[in-house]
């Protein structure tokens, strides 16, 4: 079957680093996304990755390998904002995307 | 100002009631989405469509029914069918399906009472 899997919540503190990891078994590979969920609203987008490396957008990184099935979201000077979940999402080899359960960011002052 | 709009954005529904939740996008996009949303899963697929007039059941469409007959709108029913229908349910859509980023509405919170 398919399967992402995510770290349920994390916690970290205003103007620190948080790495949100994520790995990934899916039949074929045709990117990696990484979205923004507030509470209650809907998804936002941050970062597609395709290629092995670390893609910088801002305040937030996303890393690729593909070889090891892994991702991670890097947000660096974490601002109270950032609270959210943070969903990984893999587009297999049909095109679809298959959704991880999110990762829920809890930043404290 | 491009985007999705959903409405609305609660809905509340007696047991036994067929329900239509509104998706319409002014982007200009030929792919359209729905996908439900439950506490601690990810998003499910629910249906979706790739051109006008033609659509294909995603991982969860049992009890779901969808029409396309304009591309700006993708109205999802929940019918009486559905087991458990309380659920957040979001719209989204692309460019093309195989490609792009899927963009988000502001999602419906649909209760059944």
């Known amino acids: 079957g398919q399967n992402i899997d995510q770290p349920t919540e994390m916690t970290a503190t205003e103007g620190a680093i948080v790495q949100i990891n994520c790995t990934y078994q899916?039949?074929?590979?045709?990117?990696l996304f990484w979205y923004q969920q507030h509470a209650g609203e809907a998804p936002t987008f941050l970062s597609y990755?395709?290629l092995d490396g670390l893609e910088e957008k801002g305040r937030f990184s996303s890393f690729l390998s593909r070889s090891k099935g892994y991702s991670y979201l890097l947000l660096k000077e974490l601002q109270m904002k950032d609270s959210a979940s943070y969903l990984c999402?893999?587009?297999?080899?049909?095109?679809?995307?298959?959704w991880g359960a999110g990762t829920k960011l809890i930043i404290k002052p | 100002d491009g985007g999705i709009t959903q409405s609305p954005k609660y809905l509340f529904r007696k047991e036994g009631q067929n329900v239509t939740l509104s998706c319409e996008q002014n982007?200009?996009?030929?792919?359209m989405y729905w996908y439900r949303q439950d506490p601690g899963q990810g998003l499910r697929l629910i249906y979706y469509?790739?051109?006008?007039?033609?659509?294909q059941k995603g991982d969860i469409a049992e009890g779901y029914s969808v029409s396309r007959e304009k591309k700006e709108s993708f109205p999802l029913t929940v019918t009486s069918a559905q087991k458990n229908p309380t659920a957040f349910y979001l719209c989204?859509?692309?460019?093309?399906?195989?490609?792009?980023?899927?963009?988000f509405g502001p999602g419906t919170r649909l209760t059944v009472l």
């Open positions: 990755n395709v």
């Open positions: 899916t039949s074929g590979f045709n990117g």
């Open positions: 989204a859509s692309s460019i093309g399906r195989e490609t792009d980023t899927q963009y």
């Open positions: 999402a893999v587009t297999d080899s049909n095109y679809q995307l298959i």
């Open positions: 469509s790739q051109i006008v007039n033609d659509f």
């Open positions: 982007l200009n996009h030929d792919a």
